[in-house]
């Protein structure tokens, strides 16, 4: 679940950024408007956390734009405001949900999670794949009952297959899903993460295979 958080004040932007990484998903920050546009022309994200007072054009400027263009990425609002008129404003802009600080992080990557699996028709953070059983909330995996020891981008790694099921993902779609910012990268390195994942699946059901020239797909094999 890769993320972009738009807020302008520091502190709490780097805090965030701190508990979404220990918790092993990546994020990356902007300040502004002006700059989130930037990163929306370019890069992929499953997720916008917006707060609505932001130098420069508002959060609620950059969601009308978004969804006058037809861009349906899950958006959650951070304000400081608690006027009812506010988050009725957020939700008829086009916000798929709201929240007002102060708030609880644990509260707020609980409704990540919902819009990212209600992003993808799910109910439930149970993914259940022939043997293979995730929990998205816990970031655990099991093979026939067995705990698989995954190191954080593995698990990273084998999120966004499940969700991607029957889908060629080229390398840059993976690297677009699994690094911020700050992160150097190269394609080697992608390549390391996923044999040592195939190791961890080994006898599970779920098969990532190599589609020459293209990318990797995984697929369910019951």
């Not at 807020?7 to 998903?25: P, W």
């Not at 916000?95 to 600080?101: C, G, P, Q, T």
């Not at 390549?191 to 779920?206: A, F, N, P």
Request: some cysteine; proline content about 2%; hydrophobic content about 40%.
């Amino acid at each position: 679940m890769r993320m972009l958080l738009i807020e302008d004040n520091q502190g709490l932007a780097e805090s965030i950024q701190v508990y979404f990484r220990n918790l092993g998903e990546p994020i990356d920050w902007v300040n502004s408007v002006e700059q989130a546009e930037n990163s929306l022309s370019f890069a992929d994200f499953d997720l916008l956390i917006l707060d609505i007072n932001l130098p420069g054009k508002s959060g609620f400027q950059l969601l009308q734009s978004l969804r006058a263009s037809g861009n349906r990425l899950s958006v959650l609002m951070l304000t400081a405001r608690t006027e009812v008129d506010d988050r009725v404003s957020s939700l008829d802009f086009g916000a798929d949900d709201y929240l007002a600080k102060p708030f609880d992080f644990r509260e707020l990557a609980a409704r990540c999670r919902a819009l990212y699996r209600r992003e993808r028709g799910e109910v439930s953070n149970e993914v259940q794949c022939g043997n293979l059983h995730y929990n998205l909330a816990t970031h655990s995996a099991f093979v026939e009952g067995k705990l698989l020891d995954l190191r954080p981008r593995e698990r990273q790694l084998l999120d966004l297959f499940l969700h991607n099921l029957d889908r060629v993902l080229t390398k840059d779609d993976i690297s677009n899903r699994l690094y911020h910012y700050d992160e150097a990268y190269t394609p080697n390195a992608i390549e390391q993460t996923l044999t040592r994942l195939r190791k961890h699946l080994d006898g599970s059901s779920l098969i990532i295979k190599t589609i020459r020239g293209l990318g990797y797909l995984a697929h369910v094999d019951d």
